[in-house]
């Protein structure tokens, strides 16, 4: 192993130093992108806008300035310019070859953050569409607002966990039925649903 770095310029050098970090930035930013999505997927609360939608983050991938995008330029471009010179390709060749290919890695990232996040955008929930459904109560929501609750449901096709409020004057129990009003912040306000079992039995009383 030592033999390969026998004979190492100062361009080689730099090469490799540059390369090394981006590689490393590049391994770390994986890791968290995969421990992200799992946290994501495991965690069902999620919080909105006042107008139902979720809430962002910064470097999304949208703008041409990523971090992903250079790291992935300096790994990509380091390690071929250091493969180049090693095997005697001329500087001037070897340093256009490997701005070419970083570039072009730089590039390829940034089309497939933006593609994962077009992907993820047309699966994104519309909270505002469960106005109007009912759910049923996972921990009990104070009442006049004083508290929040959890309330479960299925909205778009997926179990969905979420906040709760309401103005009813008394606490609504651990699995009563509700109807979601509107979304209230990053929860939703929600107002008791008689159901058919409570109905009948009022009926009969009357």
């Known amino acids: 192993m030592g033999e390969w770095f026998e004979g190492f310029g100062a361009l080689e050098w730099t090469y490799f ?86 570039l072009a890695a730089y590039i390829i990232v940034w089309l497939v953050i933006r593609l994962i996040l077009r992907l993820q955008d047309d699966g994104t929930l519309n909270y505002s569409s469960a106005i109007g459904m009912q759910a049923t109560v996972y921990v009990s929501v104070p009442p006049a607002r004083s508290g929040r609750g959890k309330i479960t449901f299925v909205l778009q096709g997926r179990y969905t966990e979420a906040d709760a409020v309401t103005d009813e004057a008394e606490r609504i129990p651990v699995d009563s039925v509700v109807t979601v009003i509107s979304v209230q912040g990053d929860a939703f ?18």
């Open 189 to 206: 306000l929600v107002k008791k649903t008689e159901n058919l079992a409570d109905a009948s039995e009022k009926n009969q009383n009357q």
């Open 17 to 102: 130093v540059l390369a090394c970090i981006g590689t490393l930035f590049l391994l770390v930013q994986i890791v968290l992108m995969i421990v992200g999505a799992a946290e994501g997927d495991a965690d069902l609360d999620t919080d909105t806008d006042g107008d139902g939608s979720p809430d962002t983050h910064t470097d999304t991938g949208l703008s041409l300035f990523t971090t992903k995008g250079l790291t992935a330029f300096f790994a990509i471009g380091g390690w071929t310019g250091l493969i180049l010179l090693r095997y005697g390709m001329h500087a001037g060749i070897a340093v256009g070859v490997s701005l070419a290919a970083g």
